[in-house]
């Protein structure tokens, strides 16, 4: 399996931004999806994921009620749209792809990662 992100870029407080995050190899309609973000200096987070069924989990309270979780599987992606930006979400942000098609926001039960893109947010 491989991840491609894209989406990523530099974007003042309060703007928005659509990460995407297109798979390709094995089946990508069964897998867990998550986002993850890292910041220089601070341990990877999850930041949210989205099953086969559409059912989306986010644990990070705060993004709640900003940031949504979407998948397309007819296309093989996952989005991350990304509104209100602050720039404490300043991070690297990573996809990845877990085997087993149950939530898990632990980043050792994925399987695959994607090569990450940044998202800077000025103030």
């Known amino acids: 399996v491989q991840l491609q992100a894209s989406g990523g870029g530099l974007v003042q407080a309060g703007g928005s931004l659509r990460l995407s995050c297109a798979a390709s190899?094995?089946?990508?309609?069964?897998?867990?999806m998550g986002w993850f973000r890292q910041a220089p200096g601070k341990a990877r987070e999850f930041v949210g994921g989205?099953?086969?069924?559409?059912?989306?989990?986010q644990k990070l309270d705060s993004v709640k009620g900003r940031f949504t979780i979407s998948r397309d599987n007819a296309r093989n992606t996952v989005y991350l749209q990304m509104n209100s930006l602050k720039p404490e979400d300043t991070a690297r942000y990573y996809c990845?792809?877990?085997?087993?098609?149950?939530?898990?926001?632990?980043?050792?039960?994925?399987?695959?990662w994607g090569q990450g893109t940044q998202v800077t947010v000025s103030s």
């Open positions: 190899g094995r089946a990508f309609s069964s897998s867990f």
């Open positions: 989205i099953d086969w069924r559409y059912d989306i989990t």
């Open positions: 990845a792809a877990n085997r087993s098609p149950f939530y898990s926001g632990s980043s050792a039960t994925y399987d695959y």
